[in-house]
């Protein structure tokens, strides 16, 4: 049997000796305390203590004010009798005292009372009206609750309150609930919510800790079930985990909502027997009501709120697609004002009678080749395309091919710089069957293929003298021999020839024919290369992004203004290949927006080769030298109407922050004021 514990209570010049059996005795100012002080400084649950076999524990059970043992604070330490446990202005003396020096005369004492988790003070209140007080305020608490969570935590820890119980346990009906995966948990499948004891801390797998056939008879048959020793209680003879759990006193109800059995819970006390009567059922019924009214109200709240987080993220996603069908209105409304842009165009006689959309440019540099191939369409004579690498010679040539009378008839295209000059021949006017080792059957030239039509020879300078020989004498003639034939064939061909090099140099430095060129040079184009109608860089990059994000699946993608910054300031040596292939990487590194750290650092790191001297560009003869002078001018003046703020000043200017943030850099411009580079 457990031996007492004599413990000596003095507050408010007051003095009870209490005797306790219990295995853990609990000190504080709520009423489920087993020794319940009145004293202010004590915290509601302010320290107990445990039975060690023998020894005696004292634990501070994170009061606010702290515990203290023979003068000193503790956390936790162990009891000797004689000593002193001060809370606040109350102490608490351990065992037989010497009554004489510590106490003085004891004014009542009580006997030794029954271990049954029940004891409290005679000055107390009769415990039916502590009780009625304690399930008011737990029923206030209970229904101000909203969290659902929370509200288990808290009807467990009410039920260990009202029935003195060591332990408690929650077991709920799924409803509905997901598990931490985000998959729905069986409806109707029982869950241990929450386990708690009465220090309110976590009891692990409750599930091992409590018999589930208690659980079971209670969720079926929605009575309660009490016993006041379980190990030797009939009904549980065949619960053998009654018996490996050594449950002495158990009580079950059941926790009904809306008149439906949803959930139990059970109090339990391992160490003693009756601790649970008819006091302790009644109590736990009304709490179980209560309880059921207020997990009904949180469901339902829990629900408008999941249903309002819903349609919350209903809300957001149509705010998303209208933001998207808002960008693509705004671009088709781009996308029709140029398309209005250039209709105006075509009635202003720039583009008037013919279609040169595959041709993307409205600089003057390109409207004046417009308005020249407008007179080379309409003619049939040999058209020579001068015109740097990646201007788009090819381009030019197939718009004047599609728009001539020949339209309907074949294109044919060869660059002359890629095939050998031994094959050349052959390629061009064809060979007959075993005309040389390794023609096997007759093959048609391009002369023949192209017959009709256009024939378009690209690097024609690259042509050999002897190849000249045989191009001039096929034009001038108007017939071709394919090798190894005996008999000529007519053909009908305009010739377009292009060449990266002016062909009068070629001429002087003899490696071109004289008489050859001026065959060719009937009509002459010049395209001008990209940094010479840098205006037209916009229109291109859009052109690239439209053709390559359909070509690419994805949606289409914005540029940030300080791309096309770089982009105007670079001078693309490569010219609109160049261009074209940049803006195709950009497509596949960016994500929504192309921003200046995805362009290519050839170009983001190039710098304008101007004066060092940013006065002396002022007085310069050339044109990049008076644009560097009146931007630094125009940059200067910004930064000190705005006090050195560059955002401010970029807004001023027109450009973004980061092209205002480079060109400061580029030109060494120093700034004046407290507040530069600030946002």
């Known amino acids: 049997m457990t031996s007492t514990i004599r413990l000596t209570v003095i507050e408010d010049g007051s003095s009870t000796v209490v005797e306790l059996a219990q295995p853990v005795i609990t000190i504080g100012r709520a009423l489920d305390n087993h020794i319940r002080l009145r004293d202010g400084l004590a915290s509601r649950h302010h320290a107990r203590i445990e039975r060690l076999g023998e020894e005696l524990i004292l634990v501070d059970v994170g009061s606010a004010n702290g515990t203290q043992l023979n003068g000193k604070p503790i956390d936790r330490t162990a009891l000797t009798s004689g000593d002193w446990i001060l809370i606040g202005k109350t102490r608490i003396g ?6 004489r020096t510590e106490i003085g005369s004891v004014t009542s004492r009580l006997s030794v009372l029954p271990s049954t988790g029940q004891d409290t003070f005679v000055h107390e209140v009769t415990r039916e009206r502590d009780n009625l007080l304690v399930l008011q305020r737990i029923n206030r608490a209970i229904n101000s609750e909203r969290e659902i969570s929370a509200l288990f935590d808290l ?39 929450v386990a708690r004891n009465f220090a309110r801390e976590v009891v692990p797998l409750p599930e091992e800790k409590l018999s589930r056939k208690i659980v079971d008879d209670v969720l079926a048959n929605g009575r309660p079930i009490v016993s006041s020793d379980a190990l030797s209680d009939e009904r549980f003879v065949d619960f053998r985990s009654v018996a490996d759990l050594e449950l002495r006193s158990i009580l079950a109800v059941p926790l009904r909502v809306r008149e439906k059995t949803e959930g139990v819970i059970v109090v339990d006390n391992r160490m003693q027997k009756s601790v649970f009567g ?9 709490l179980a009501d ?98 740097e690498s990646g201007t788009g010679k090819e381009l030019v040539a197939r718009a004047i091919h599609s728009n001539s009378s020949r339209s309907d008839r074949p294109f044919v295209s060869a660059s002359c710089a890629a095939i050998q000059d031994t094959l050349l021949e052959s390629e061009l006017f064809g060979h007959a069957k075993g005309a040389f080792t390794g023609a096997h059957r007759a093959k048609k030239g391009l002369f023949e293929l192209a017959n009709g039509g256009t024939l378009f020879l690209d690097e024609v300078a690259e042509m050999s003298t002897e190849m000249q020989k045989s191009l001039l004498r096929a034009l001038q003639e108007g017939e071709i021999r394919p090798i190894g034939a005996e008999t000529a064939m007519p053909i009908d061909v305009r010739i377009i020839c292009a060449s990266q090099v002016e062909l009068t140099q070629s001429v002087k430095a003899k490696t071109f024919r004289e008489d050859l060129y001026y065959r060719l040079n009937v009509l002459p184009l010049r395209i001008p290369p990209l940094r010479e109608r840098k205006e037209d860089i916009p229109l291109l990059v859009e052109r690239f992004l439209v053709s390559r994000c359909r070509e690419a699946s994805v949606p289409l993608k914005k540029v940030d203004p300080g791309v096309l910054e770089l982009f105007m300031t670079y001078p693309w040596p490569g010219n609109v290949r160049e261009l074209e292939n940049e803006v195709r990487r950009l497509v596949v590194l960016a994500a929504d927006v192309v921003t200046p750290e995805l362009v290519s650092d050839t170009i983001r790191d190039y710098e304008p080769d101007y004066p060092d001297d940013p006065e002396l560009a002022t007085d310069a003869s050339t044109l990049p030298g008076r644009v560097r002078a009146l931007e630094i001018r125009a940059i200067r003046s910004a930064l000190t109407a705005t006090r050195g703020n560059r955002s401010e000043a970029a807004r001023r200017l027109g450009i973004s922050r980061f092209a205002l943030q480079r060109k400061v850099e580029k030109y060494g411009i120093e700034e004046s004021g407290s507040t530069a580079a600030a946002e």
């Open 155 to 193: 009807i467990v820890d009410s039920a260990i309150t009202l029935t003195r119980a060591e332990r408690g346990f929650l077991a709920v009906r799924a409803g509905g609930r997901v598990d931490e995966q985000g998959r729905p948990i069986e409806p109707g499948r029982l869950e241990f919510r």
């Open 278 to 286: 008819d006091d302790e059922i009644d109590l736990l019924e009304s």
């Open 290 to 387: 209560q309880a059921g009214i207020a997990l009904a109200n949180a469901r339902v709240l829990e629900e408008l709120r999941s249903t309002n987080r819903a349609l919350a993220d209903s809300r957001s996603q149509l705010e998303v697609r209208a933001r998207e069908l808002a960008g693509r209105v705004e671009q088709g409304e781009a996308a029709l004002a140029r398309a209005r842009e250039e209709a105006a165009v075509a009635r202003a006689d720039l583009r008037s009678r013919y279609d040169y959309r595959a041709i993307v440019g409205e600089s003057k540099a390109m409207r004046d080749l417009f308005r020249m191939l407008d007179r080379v369409v309409r003619a049939d004579a040999p058209v020579l395309i001068v015109g």
């Open 94 to 99: 351990v065992g037989d005292l010497d009554q």
